[in-house]
Every structure is written in structure tokens, then in C-alpha cells.
């Protein structure tokens, strides 16, 4: 059995194998960054000491120091005029070391091999990124690398930002890394404010999986429990259960009827998740208050729900309230819960 060390050095001769001689540093559009941040915020561009990156609308405008401030301070968010241990910002993350591994800052495959100080670029295999705490390569969808290495180190201390496989996870930055965070239960990430909000609050695109599918011997269709039109589709794997379903929607103006396992008319569905998804802008009856309420729907969120007066109903058709008794199934017996 090899000893701890020559297992040490049989990885690290597996790791220079990669090594690039003469490899320099990627310089890629870090512009999409700003998809996992808030609007407003400010990231230092990974591999400079600076450029950073400023968040507006969900698109990053790059800016530059100069001057008498040309140093990027990514923790006081504003051009200084140095920096300390500037190997952790942009300078030479090898300073100091010999014979360890570090990360690239610019990409979650590659590494810097220090030799005296001096860093030897490598990259790990395809489909595998480098973890510093490990000094090895590990296969990505067991890695928490986003986009860049060590991104905590260009953001401000408790800087939230999303997890992109899952809403109801989040990141957070603690001591220059990143913390995965799970909001609690039916609750998803909200970027904007920081905080976890209502499943129906949030535009997602990664609806949680986790508990969504039972052992089953046949195809069953479940509700992804944030939207009225998306589902699971799991999958028949008998005594197991799939923990990987598929999602799909129910094409617009139709809602998932998860009781009868199909798509009807948004009318005749109960949901109170959104019944805004879908149906762009509009006035929609409620699943709430036996068809007395009806919601203000704008691009298709929800944006306020309100009672008709006295005895009235609200009727779709016409887009109003109405004297006429209205039994829409999607709010039979759906009492307010106001």
C-alpha cells in the first residue's frame, strides 16, 4: 500500500501532467456573473486587480480604477489606492508557497501548481473542477465552484446570490467562501432582497426536486408546488424513486390538474400558487373566496387580489365583477382564507 507521501507525489505528478507551460490566464466575459447577483451590486473582475463588474438590470457593465486609486477593494466596494495581501485579489496567488496547489481565479477547471512562488498552470480533466481544500479534481456536480474559484473572494462578506440547480438553495459568503444555504421548507431564494420568500414570489428556473416523486410502478405527474402550470413528470423506477424528474409546463392558459393527472382551462383548476403564469396581463378569478376575488395579473405575476362588492362574482369573460352567479371550479369551495 503506498504511503500518504508517495501518494502526494503520484498526485501531484497525475496534476502536471495538465500543467500548460506557458498558459496565461483566461480572459473571459465575467459579465455574466451579474445573472446570480442582485441589481447594484459590484464585482471585481476575476484575474484583475482593476476592473470590476457593476450589476445594472441584470447585465454587467464593466468599469475600470485609475488614477490615484487603480486598485479594486472588492470588501469596501470602491477604488483605493492599495492593497493588502493582494495575492488573494489579484496578484500572484503562489506568493509564499511552494509545492501546494491553488485555484485559478478565472476558472473552475484550471489550477496554478507553486513552485518557489512561481505558478505553473494546469486544468483539470474535462467535466472536472479544482478544489483547493482537497488539493485534487473532482467531478463538477460535486463541486460548489460557480463559474470562477473561490468567488467569495471578490464579494463583500455575507453576500447572498443564487444557486442556479436548486431555488430553494443559496449562496452565501463566509470568510472568502461560499456557503450553500437551504431556505426553509416551500420557500425559494429571492436575489433582490436577500431573503426567502414565497415560491410564487420568485422566478425560477430550477424548481426543487427534493421529496417531489414516490416509489412507483408507473409514470406519475406531480405539481412543481411554485407555479399553476409546471409539473414532474416521474418516471416508473418500481421500488425506488426518481430523484431526478423532469419538469415541463402545461402550454399557456392551461393550468396542471395534478388530481386528474392533465392540463385543463386555467377556470376549471384550483391553484394559489401564481394563476397570473402564463396568462400575461389580465384580470384572473382567484382560488379564493368562492369566485368573489379576482387578481390583477402584469406580464404574468401576480400584483394584487381583490373582492368584488356585495354579492357580485367575478366573470373572466367579461373582465369585471357581475351580478350573475359564477361556480368556476378552480374556486368551488375554496373558502377566503383571509
Known amino acids: 500500500m503506498l504511503s500518504k507521501n508517495a501518494c502526494e507525489v503520484l498526485f501531484g505528478a497525475c496534476l502536471l501532467i495538465f500543467c500548460l507551460p506557458g498558459f496565461s490566464e483566461a480572459v473571459g466575459d465575467y459579465s455574466e456573473l451579474c445573472r446570480l447577483f ?19 438590470d441584470g447585465e454587467g457593465i464593466m468599469k475600470f480604477c485609475e488614477g490615484t486609486t487603480p486598485y479594486y477593494n472588492s470588501i469596501k466596494q470602491e477604488c483605493v489606492k492599495e492593497l493588502s495581501n ?31 512562488g512561481v505558478p505553473l498552470a494546469g486544468a483539470c480533466p474535462i467535466g472536472q ?22 468567488i467569495c473572494e471578490i464579494l463583500p462578506e455575507n453576500t447572498a446570490f443564487r444557486y442556479e440547480d436548486d431555488c430553494s438553495y443559496y449562496y452565501v459568503c463566509k470568510n472568502s467562501k461560499q456557503t ?9 431564494f429571492n436575489v433582490e432582497t436577500g431573503d426567502c420568500v414565497a415560491r410564487n414570489l420568485v422566478a425560477c428556473d430550477a424548481h426543487s426536486k427534493e421529496g417531489v416523486c414516490a416509489a412507483s410502478s408507473k ?38 390538474d395534478e ?13 394559489t400558487h401564481n394563476r397570473c ?21 402584469v406580464d404574468g405575476l401576480e400584483v394584487a387580489e381583490s373582492t368584488c362588492h356585495f354579492d357580485h362574482f367575478f366573470d373572466e369573460v367579461i373582465q369585471a365583477c357581475s351580478s350573475k352567479i359564477i361556480y368556476d371550479n378552480c374556486c368551488d369551495e375554496q373558502p377566503n382564507s383571509s
Not at 86 to 94: A, E, V
Open 277 to 297: 403564469d402564463g396568462r400575461g396581463t389580465m384580470l384572473v378569478v382567484s382560488s379564493k373566496n368562492y369566485c368573489h376575488n379576482y387578481i390583477q395579473c
Open 129 to 150: 473542477h479544482f478544489s483547493e481544500s482537497s488539493q485534487a479534481c473532482m467531478h463538477g456536480v460535486d463541486s460548489q465552484c460557480v463559474d470562477v474559484a473561490n
Open 86 to 116: 493582494s495575492h488573494l485579489y489579484c496578484g500572484n496567488r503562489c506568493e509564499g508557497r511552494n509545492g501546494t496547489w491553488v485555484s485559478d481565479p478565472t476558472n473552475c477547471e484550471q489550477y496554478f501548481y507553486c513552485r518557489d
Open 38 to 56: 442582485k441589481n447594484g451590486t459590484n464585482i471585481r473582475k476575476p484575474g484583475t486587480c482593476d476592473e470590476y463588474i457593476h450589476c445594472s
Open 219 to 256: 409514470v406519475v405527474f406531480k405539481s412543481d408546488s411554485a407555479t399553476c402550470r409546471g409539473y414532474f413528470i416521474c418516471k416508473a423506477f418500481g421500488t425506488v424513486a426518481d430523484l431526478d424528474p423532469l419538469w415541463n409546463q402545461c402550454p399557456e392558459g392551461t393550468f396542471f
Open 180 to 188: 450553500l444555504t437551504k431556505c426553509k421548507s416551500k420557500l425559494y
Open 259 to 271: 388530481g386528474r393527472q392533465l392540463c385543463g382551462k386555467a377556470t376549471d383548476v384550483v391553484c
